[in-house]
Structures are given as structure tokens and as C-alpha cells.
Nanobody, 124 residues
């Protein structure tokens, strides 16, 4: 059974930092691209960042560029989203996802597996 389990969310004040984790289990994710998306109440799911299997290629949404960084640890089978200088507009449910396709890193429809999400709330 494939599992992606997110953790690390919470309630923080503006300007704070958080590190989200996504633990992978249940199958080999060799060759998979990993992504982070977020969804705020009443809004569509939004691409945040993606990272290649090797970790050598990353992509970050303009809305978080310079503040968020994605990384992965093959030994621990974990993908991270490092979030700095958080703003109230970053408040959302954050999802981890995995896909085989090399196309459309920012396209939620191309991802095969999803976690349940972890809530991030940033107060002003």
C-alpha cells in the first residue's frame, strides 16, 4: 500500500519558519518526481514546489520563491519543504504528491499519489 504521510504543520506567527516532511512508504519511488501543493479554503489547489528523483532539479512557484525550498533524503525516504518568512497568505492545507511523468511539475493532475495533508496556519 502506497503511503505519503505529511507532518510538521502548525500555527505560527508571520515571519516564522516551518519544515514540512513527507514520509514515503509502500513501494519503490525510484524515478518519481515529488511535489508539494497547497489549498486554502475556497481556493483551488496550488503548486508550491517539485523535485526530481536525483534531487538535482527543483522548481518553485513564484509566490514562494526565495522563501521556500524543497529537498529530499533518499536514505530516510523523506521529502521536505523548508518554509521561511511565512506570511498569512501561506495559510493552507499542504499536500505531498508523487508522479512518474517528467512533464507538468505544476500540474496536480499528473501526480499519481497524494498524502492527506498537513495544516499550516500563519497569523499576522
Amino acid at each position: 500500500q502506497v503511503q505519503l504521510v505529511e507532518s510538521g504543520g502548525g500555527l505560527v506567527q508571520a515571519g516564522a519558519s516551518l519544515r514540512l516532511s513527507c514520509a514515503l512508504s509502500g513501494r519503490s519511488f525510484s524515478g518519481y518526481v515529488m511535489g508539494w501543493f497547497r489549498q486554502a479554503p475556497g481556493k483551488e489547489r496550488e503548486f508550491v514546489a517539485a523535485i526530481s528523483w536525483s534531487g538535482g532539479t527543483t522548481r518553485t512557484a513564484d509566490s514562494v520563491k526565495g522563501r521556500f525550498t524543497i529537498s529530499r533524503d533518499h536514505f530516510d525516504k523523506t521529502v521536505y519543504l523548508h518554509m521561511n518568512n511565512l506570511k498569512p497568505k501561506d495559510t493552507a492545507l499542504y499536500y505531498c504528491a508523487a508522479k512518474q511523468s517528467l512533464l507538468g511539475d505544476n500540474d496536480a493532475g499528473r501526480y499519481n499519489y497524494w498524502g492527506q495533508g498537513t495544516q499550516v496556519t500563519v497569523s499576522s
